[in-house]
């Protein structure tokens, strides 16, 4: 509605007649608050605060002026003074929209009762829809819009050119005047629905025909319109013609205001420079506006206030589904939101931006805008849209036997998707839900998938048997009475095996399995010896190794070799075997031992001869471990060693010999504790053999016989002290060759 290039909104009425223009040096200042959102159809107080200041200390005036200067409404829109205000008389012109507050007696009126009446002034309209309002307050009755003052100058047939003039050389507070530019919808009502008769305008295309320009104030220059009726504004500028105009009927070239009689109101027409004689179209005088101009001063002589109504600004209808829960938005550009249940009257249902409700079908709400409680107003409809609620269809699900697995459809016969719970359980009975997706307007729904209980054949079970009898049947009944055939059908009896019993009919009913054990015929084994001939033969074992018990044939015989028959018990899974016990004949051993080394060898050896036998003889030494081999190495000297043979195929005798090793010891300690006290070659003491002790220098420290208990390690009774000591011993071997041997032991203290 208002032209963003230049925005004025009026304050004052138009004047109906000249005025004379003044000035003053220091004019008074007029301030005013009191934007407000208006109640409609009540009265409300257009200002909330007011204040009037005269720096010359001025402390009264003429008059004071009070107009709706943009969104009046003739027949609607009233300016009225409330409360007892002596001093002053208030005039409303309902063609103007404007109060005047003049002077009850004498010529002025004191600032302090305009303070005072401008309080008490309120706005009333009618109009339940009422439109926005501007109020001008000024001191002077010029009518005031952003900024600029209006007014109009009565002069009948004064040519355009002549009031362009008149327009240049007035003032009014010093501010400089020009025929009226008009710029935006509020300017065209100030000058022109406010304005009475036929009024000339800047406007002129006399330069070139068909370009309008403003060729007066601040726009001089400006093209604010192109061609004749059918032309069109240049983007962004504002044109008000009235219907069929501009025509350039005769040279018309300016631009000037439609009286009411002609057209719409304010609008405007194209008229020759001079218009005397023509009737309505004669000019009637002119418009002029101050401000704008770059040497003209600041001035305060005006303020504005202003009305909004209560408007909603934004709706959200909201939708839903069907007995659930919905939530409808509005805003405004008030401190409340009222929501009622009808367009007029009806019972208020909340006080928010939002209103939430479950419904069960399309339903109409009404939002009222409001300020202070104010109740008044047109109330915008809220339609809350309601899809009715779909019931999910599912094909039932026939009843299943124990164990099946399925999957529930998360799609319904009519295209519902959601999701079902507890989770599918497909050994018991359970009435499942199913849970709509959001979004779908569907209730839920619920299933009960019957499980029936499996039933299993009984049957029981056959015991093993052996390998190559002669096999049970399988059973073609159950013990619980179900009948049905085995896969395979005949039982083998040659190996385990597993079969299958499948029901011939029935519902739930399942397959048996047996696993029928064929055990295996075990060998018998037992541990019979091979005897001497003559040999006392032990009883035959009745039971085998792996516990089978059973009978020989023939009886024992220690005589001859024989093969013996064991037949075991029925029952045993268990074969027949054979033993045979081998009679051995005796063999009479002979044995020899000789030393095959040298006497005092570190390494003594013995090697035994036999004679009789096989051939085939173990080997024993002092009772120890019997050996394949003839020869024993490592064998210790000085002692009675015992050598025994045996026949190692059995049935022999165990012949045995002695055998000695001469040796001597490597170290003797004689601590008078009874052990090793003395040192002696024992094993020569049934020789006259001789043994000479040394010290490592040679020097002879004793000789003794064999046959003597020993040396004790001193000399001329002297102890010898801890030292390695040298001998020779004269002695004869086995043949009585006389032999001499030297070597070292070692004393230790």
Not at 384 to 400: G, K, L, M, P
Not at 484 to 506: K, R, S
Not at 686 to 714: C, D, E, V, Y
Request: hydrophobic residues 35%; proline residues 6%.
């Amino acid at each position: 509605m208002f032209d963003i290039l230049k925005v004025k909104i009026s304050f004052t009425a138009l004047l109906l007649n000249c005025v004379a223009l003044f000035s003053q040096s220091l004019p008074p200042e007029v301030t005013a608050q009191g934007d407000q959102i208006y109640c409609p159809q009540t009265q409300q107080n257009i200002v909330t605060e007011f204040n009037i200041t005269d720096a010359e200390n001025s402390d009264s005036t003429s008059g004071f002026y009070i107009q709706i200067s943009a969104g009046y409404v003739l027949g609607e829109d009233q300016l009225s003074l409330t409360g007892n205000h002596p001093n002053i008389i208030s005039q409303w012109n309902a063609a103007e929209a404007k109060l005047s507050l003049l002077p009850s007696n004498g010529d002025s009126i004191l600032y302090s009762d305009i303070i005072n009446a401008v309080y008490d002034v309120v706005f009333f309209s009618n109009n339940i829809n009422v439109s926005p309002k501007t109020f001008s307050l000024t001191i002077g009755e010029a009518n005031f819009l952003d900024g600029h003052y209006y007014e109009f100058v009565n002069s009948q047939a004064i040519p355009w050119t002549a009031a362009e003039s008149l327009a240049e050389n007035m003032t009014y507070y010093g501010l400089e005047g020009y025929l009226a530019t008009i710029t935006n919808a509020a300017e065209a009502q100030i000058c022109g629905e406010l304005t009475p008769g036929t009024g000339w305008i800047g406007g002129s295309d006399a330069q070139a025909e068909g370009v309008w320009k403003w060729m007066t104030g601040p726009e001089e220059g400006t093209v604010f319109w192109n061609g004749d009726v059918n032309g069109s504004a240049p983007a962004g500028m504002y044109s008000n013609w009235n219907d069929g105009e501009p025509n350039n009927a005769g040279n018309e070239d300016y631009a000037h205001i439609t009286p009411p009689s002609i057209g719409f109101a304010g609008s405007w027409n194209d008229l020759p420079n001079n218009t005397a004689g023509q009737g309505a179209y004669e000019a009637a005088g002119f418009v002029v506006e101050y401000g704008g101009m770059p040497n003209d001063p600041d001035l305060n002589i005006s303020a504005s206030t202003y009305f909004n109504p209560p408007e909603i600004l934004t709706t959200n209808s909201g939708s839903g589904c069907q007995n659930e829960m919905i939530t409808l938005e509005a805003t405004s550009n008030t401190t409340e939101i009222i929501w009622y249940d009808s367009q007029f009257g009806g019972v208020q249902l909340n006080i928010g931006p939002s209103y939430s409700v479950e419904l069960s079908a399309d339903t109409t709400f009404w939002v009222l805008a409001s300020d202070n409680s104010c109740s008044n107003g047109l109330r915008t409809p809220v339609t809350a849209t309601i899809t009715a609620s779909e019931t999910s269809n599912f094909t039932q699900i026939e009843d299943i036997c124990e164990g099946t697995e399925l999957t529930l459809p998360t799609t319904s016969n009519n295209g519902i998707t959601g999701v079902w719970s507890p989770q599918f359980d497909p050994n018991n009975t359970t009435t499942y839900t199913f849970e709509p997706d959001e979004g779908q307007c569907a209730l839920t729904a619920e299933m009960t998938v019957t499980v029936i209980p499996s039933t299993i054949p009984e049957f029981t079970q056959i015991d093993p048997f052996c390998f190559g009898t002669t096999p049970p049947n399988l059973p073609l009944i159950s013990n619980n009475n179900i009948e049905g055939t085995w896969n395979p059908n005949i039982v083998n009896n040659t190996e385990t095996a597993t079969y299958i019993f499948t029901p011939n009919e029935g519902t739930c009913v399942e397959t048996a399995v047996m696993t029928i054990t064929v055990n295996e015929l075990t060998v018998p084994t037992f541990n019979l010896n091979d005897i001497c001939i003559g040999e006392t033969i032990q009883a035959l074992p009745l039971t085998s190794n792996e516990g089978i018990i059973g009978t020989w044939f023939p009886a024992p015989n220690n005589f001859v070799t024989t093969t013996y028959t064991f037949t075991p018990d029925n029952g045993q899974c268990a074969n027949i075997t054979t033993e045979t016990i081998e009679v051995n004949p005796f063999n009479n051993l002979e044995i020899s031992v000789e030393n095959i080394s040298e006497a005092f060898d570190s390494n003594q050896i013995i090697q035994v001869s036999v004679i009789g036998g096989s051939d085939n003889y173990e080997y024993q030494l002092d009772g120890g471990v019997w050996q394949n081999s003839s020869v024993f190495q490592n064998v210790v000297g000085c002692y009675e060693h015992i050598v025994k043979v045996r026949d190692t195929e059995g049935c022999s005798n165990e012949p045995e010999s002695s055998i000695t090793i001469l040796d001597y010891p490597k170290f003797f300690t004689p601590n008078a504790d009874g052990f090793n006290d003395f040192w002696n070659i024992k094993c020569l003491e049934n020789q006259t053999a001789i043994i000479s002790i040394f010290n490592r220098h040679g020097k002879l420290l004793r000789q003794l016989k064999t046959t003597s208990p020993g040396w004790n390690g001193t000399y001329n009774g002297k102890l010898l002290p801890t030292n390695d000591y040298w001998f020779i011993v004269d002695y004869y071997d086995k043949q009585g060759n006389k032999k001499q041997f030297s070597s070292h032991f070692t004393l230790r203290r």
